[in-house]
């Protein structure tokens, strides 16, 4: 049988160390995601208001930044938010003004 060294734990933890940093570096180091390249940071309005079909209370929430609006519902059965519906501002201007 051979002799098996053992391994010093200070030297374990260098290993170990090595490798969580070349992991950290290709990590941060890396490319970006796609989807965040063309987007600002959002600076945000909320209102709140009421659904026309069910009555229920909405929040419509405006994006001033990437001009989008998006309305959101509590669901009370689950105790989550639903998403009531979406806009991208820049297309509906475009497209009310194509109608005309």
Known sequence: MR???NIKPKNALI???VILL???AFVSLGPSAGAQSGRS???YLMVGGKYVMNQAGVAYILDQSNQELISLSWNDSSKSLFGI???NIPKVVEQ???SR
């Open 22 to 24: 070349a992991v950290l």
């Open 96 to 98: 009310t003004q194509k």
């Open 85 to 87: 519906g979406y806009k």
């Open 3 to 5: 002799n098996r060294k």
């Open 15 to 17: 290993v170990l160390n």
């Open 41 to 43: 940071r959002g600076q």
